[in-house]
């Protein structure tokens, strides 16, 4: 059997043929200075690494969001597609003239039925209801996109014939109306839009919907939870509920940004020594100033811009003292 050094040295003590001592190597102490300048060292290094931002997690195939958009497009209507909206929201009543309204139940709860939620709307004007989480999320990235003027949910029933010939029925999880477009989006986990059913009947809406003049869209939890856009959005959210500041500020406020097109946030809190970040984020909620929430993560240097103007919800009064710094 083969021994180990320690043995080899006390089966040799034992035998008379050494005297039990091991010669051990001896290495010179490091000086005083020597070990300042390693602690140096080491703190520069540190300090160099907490300026370096940490790198994006790079997202593998299966997270990168899919793109299944169909754009509204005149000049390539599907010959093939007969579509109607059979019914619309009461909410739209600015739209789809002699289309009789839906009737609205009440909301269903139960183990399979997800997440019922509400959202009360400051675009809308009037308080949501969502049937799942991830439809609670595209909530939020409607309410703070400056580009979307209002939305409704579940807002008509589209009948389309599929590749057979057989009527079909469908109703969207969401109208977003903008300027000079509207889109209908569809809200899934990615697990059940990839479905093969559900990635045959993808094109068919979409072509449907485009015979009407209106885009569509599937979005999943990789487009709701892409970042830094998904964390800009839930920092804006966490202080809808601070204090609307003054006319008088909100008026010097907006004359500023007329003047200089924009001011980054630092600039913002130098001018005005009474206002927090939290009630630029509050304002950018409400719709009087807008922020780029796409690019890099919110912070002092991120720039803003005058948005489409103040909504207020019911319980906002210009009298308010609760409600201005």
Same mark, same amino acid.
């Given at each position: 059997?083969?021994?180990?050094?320690?043995?080899?040295?006390?089966?040799?003590?034992?035998?008379?043929?050494?005297?039990?001592?091991?010669?051990?190597?001896?290495?010179?102490?490091?000086?005083?200075?020597?070990?300042?300048?390693?602690?140096?060292?080491?703190?520069?290094?540190?300090?160099?690494?907490?300026?370096?931002?940490?790198?994006? !997690?790079? #997202? %593998?195939?299966?997270?990168?969001? =899919?793109?299944? +958009?169909? &754009?509204?497009?005149? @000049? /390539?209507?599907?010959?093939?597609?007969?579509?109607?909206?059979?019914?619309?929201?009461?909410?739209?009543?600015?739209?789809?003239?002699?289309?009789?309204?839906?009737?609205?139940? !009440?909301? #269903? %709860?139960?183990?399979?039925?997800? =997440?019922?939620? +509400?959202? &009360?709307?400051?675009? @809308? /004007?009037?308080?949501?209801?969502?049937?799942?989480?991830?439809?609670?999320?595209?909530?939020?990235?409607?309410?703070?996109?400056?580009?979307?003027?209002?939305?409704?949910?579940? !807002?008509?029933?589209?009948?389309?014939?599929?590749?057979?010939?057989?009527?079909? &029925?469908?109703?969207?999880?969401?109208?977003?109306?903008?300027?000079?477009?509207?889109?209908?989006?569809?809200?899934?986990?990615?697990?059940?839009?990839?479905?093969?059913?559900?990635?045959?009947?993808?094109?068919?809406?979409?072509?449907?919907?485009?015979?009407?003049?209106?885009?569509?869209?599937?979005?999943?939890?990789?487009?709701?939870?892409?970042?830094?856009?998904?964390?800009?959005?839930?920092?804006?959210?966490?202080?809808?509920?601070?204090?609307?500041?003054?006319?008088?500020?909100?008026?010097?406020?907006?004359?500023?940004?007329?003047?200089?097109?924009?001011?980054?946030?630092?600039?913002?809190?130098?001018?005005?020594?009474?206002?927090?970040?939290?009630?630029?984020?509050?304002?950018?909620?409400?719709?009087?100033?807008?922020?780029?929430?796409?690019?890099?993560?919110?912070?002092?240097?991120?720039?803003?811009?005058?948005?489409?103007?103040?909504?207020?919800?019911?319980?906002?009064?210009?009298?308010?003292?609760?409600?201005?710094?």
């Amino acid at each position: 059997m083969r021994m180990t050094p320690a043995q080899s040295i006390l089966t040799a003590y034992k035998a008379g043929l050494s005297c039990g001592r091991v010669e051990v190597p001896r290495y010179s102490a490091p000086s005083q200075l020597d070990t300042s300048d390693a602690s140096d060292a080491r703190a520069a290094y540190f300090r160099r690494m907490l300026g370096v931002a940490p790198p994006e !997690p790079e #997202l %593998s195939a299966s997270q990168r969001p =899919r793109d299944r +958009r169909w &754009h509204a497009d005149p @000049a /390539r209507l599907a010959s093939n597609v007969e579509a109607r909206i059979t019914h619309r929201h009461p909410a739209l009543d600015f739209a789809f003239d002699g289309v009789p309204f839906m009737r609205i139940g !009440p909301s #269903l %709860s139960g183990p399979y039925l997800g =997440r019922q939620g +509400r959202f &009360h709307s400051l675009k @809308a /004007r009037r308080t949501l209801r969502s049937a799942s989480r991830p439809e609670f999320e595209n909530f939020l990235h409607n309410e703070l996109d400056p580009e979307i003027i209002t939305f409704v949910e579940q !807002p008509v029933r589209l009948q389309y014939r599929d590749r057979e010939g057989k009527v079909r &029925h469908y109703r969207p999880d969401c109208l977003v109306v903008r300027e000079n477009s509207w889109e209908f989006q569809e809200i899934k986990l990615e697990y059940d839009a990839q479905r093969e059913k559900n990635e045959m009947r993808w094109p068919l809406i979409g072509s449907a919907l485009n015979s009407l003049g209106f885009a569509f869209c599937v979005l999943t939890e990789h487009h709701l939870r892409c970042e830094p856009r998904w964390s800009n959005i839930k920092l804006i959210w966490q202080d809808r509920f601070a204090p609307t500041p003054s006319r008088e500020t909100r008026d010097a406020i907006t004359a500023a940004l007329q003047q200089s097109k924009f001011l980054s946030v630092n600039e913002i809190l130098a001018r005005f020594p009474g206002l927090q970040r939290k009630h630029i984020y509050a304002l950018v909620r409400k719709g009087l100033l807008k922020m780029d929430l796409a690019s890099q993560v919110l912070g002092l240097d991120s720039h803003v811009w005058l948005g489409r103007g103040l909504m207020s919800s019911r319980n906002d009064h210009e009298g308010s003292s609760n409600e201005r710094l």
